[in-house]
């Protein structure tokens, strides 16, 4: 059974920064990548970022590019977001994915941390 953890959200002022980690474990567990979505209320979830475990490539969605990064540490089974310039639209549940099966279809997910950017 996989398990992902996401953790480090909290309430940020506009242009600050957070660093959310997503940590993967289960006897079983491997996975292409992982990945980063949020949601807000009201709206359907929508990619953030993704990284590949062995090539380290990366995507980003175009809202997030040259703010946010993306990164992994393999011995932990870890991946982490880096956000900066943090803005107000930024604001929603922050929630990891492990493409278990499929490179960039996402199949296990964590429960989400909030994160909230106050202007």
């Known amino acids: 059974q996989v398990q992902l953890v996401e953790s480090g959200g909290g309430l940020v002022q506009a242009g600050g920064s957070l660093t959310l980690s997503c940590a993967a474990s289960?006897?079983?567990?491997?996975?292409?990548?992982m990945g980063w979505f949020r949601q807000v209320p009201g709206k359907e979830r929508e990619f953030v970022a993704a990284?590949?475990?062995?090539?380290?490539?990366?995507r980003y969605a175009d809202s997030v590019k040259g703010r946010f990064t993306i990164s992994r540490e393999n011995a932990k089974s870890t991946v982490y977001l880096q956000m900066n310039s943090l803005k107000p639209e930024d604001t929603a549940v922050y929630y990891c994915?492990?493409?278990?099966?499929?490179?960039?279809?996402?199949?296990?997910w964590g429960q989400g941390t909030q994160v909230t950017v106050s202007s």
């Open positions: 994915a492990a493409d278990q099966y499929t490179p960039y279809t996402w199949s296990a």
């Open positions: 289960g006897r079983t567990f491997r996975s292409y990548g």
């Open positions: 990284i590949m475990w062995s090539s380290g490539v990366t």
